[in-house]
């Protein structure tokens, strides 16, 4: 159920009510105009709403979740996260493919198909009202599997992300996000890797660490977009290394946005 549906259900029934009973004569024997207490039954129930959050807030509970392996040589890892702060890196253990806390808990499936692993991550499909206000309580920090090929298809909404990819083997990554602010890190030894950046309102950071080309194709709306140049010379309009077709570590980034910036170093 999405967040705001309860609410906003409850004050259409709770006024559905009050003109019912309006109807039957109830308030008029009261000599009370019911249109008066419209608004301050919807601003009282809307308090009475957060602040039921706030006694409940820690019942939303972070979870640590080890997603197994399961002896797979290869992983796709689709994942969609809303509001909150998202932290990716390495560090999962040898068998594992994930293995973090996960804000809100983690509803995930996964799939063997030969030598790959495929997974879904997404927040279970629960109602927490206090959350509104809480983007912390949504907060999720995991480690990957280092030792094999990675292909990852992010979405997040109101977030924001770090994505330190440095030490992993991550072959492909498409990132779709929001109103976000977000971090990405590419890896270092990963041979050839595609990156496919779709954002809206966003800040976007890209990071190359040293030794690996580049092939960058960046555009936007109503943004503004920073290329290092001494790096990626500007070659009509692409963005590019001066060795990368010869090079054994290298990226090609298309990035597309909405209203924001894309800094790329």
Same mark, same amino acid.
């Given at each position: ?69 399961? &002896? +797979? *040589? @290869?992983?796709?890892?689709? !994942?969609?996260?809303? #509001? $909150?702060?998202? /932290?990716?890196?390495?560090?999962? =253990? ?83 996000? &929001? +109103? *976000? @602010?977000?971090?990405?890190? !590419?890896?270092?030894? #990963? $041979?050839?890797? /595609?990156?496919?950046?779709?954002? =809206? ?65």
């Amino acid at each position: 159920m999405r967040r705001g549906s309860f609410f906003w259900g409850s004050i259409l029934v709770l006024i559905g009510l009050i003109y019912l009973l309006d109807t039957m004569g109830v308030f008029r024997n009261l000599n009370i105009n019911i249109w008066s207490l419209i608004w301050p039954i919807i601003l009282i129930a809307f308090g009475l709403w957060m602040l039921f959050g706030t006694v409940l807030r820690g019942s939303t509970k972070t979870e640590h979740v080890n997603i197994s392996l399961e &002896g +797979a *040589s @290869s992983a796709r890892l689709r !994942l969609v996260h809303g #509001a $909150g702060r998202l /932290r990716i890196n390495a560090g999962a =253990g040898p068998g594992d493919l994930v293995e973090g806390d996960f804000g809100g808990g983690l509803e995930s499936k996964t799939r063997r198909e030969g030598d790959n692993l495929d997974v879904t991550m997404r927040m279970p499909d629960q109602f927490y009202p206090w959350i509104w206000g809480s983007g912390s309580l949504l907060d999720w920090t995991f480690g990957l599997n280092c030792d094999i090929p990675l292909s990852l298809d992010i979405k997040t909404g109101a977030s924001e992300t770090s994505i330190d990819l440095t030490d992993l083997q991550v072959k492909d990554l498409k990132l779709q996000t &929001g +109103a *976000s @602010s977000t971090t990405v890190t !590419l890896p270092v030894k #990963a $041979g050839y890797t /595609r990156v496919d950046i779709e954002s =809206g309102v966003a800040s976007t950071n890209i990071r190359l660490p040293s030794g690996v080309a580049a092939r960058i194709s960046a555009h936007g709306g109503l943004s503004s977009i920073n290329v290092d140049t001494t790096r990626f010379p500007r070659q009509g309009d692409l963005y590019q290394s001066s060795d990368y077709d010869s090079a054994s570590n290298k990226v090609e980034v298309k990035i597309q946005t909405g209203v924001g910036s894309i800094d790329i170093r």
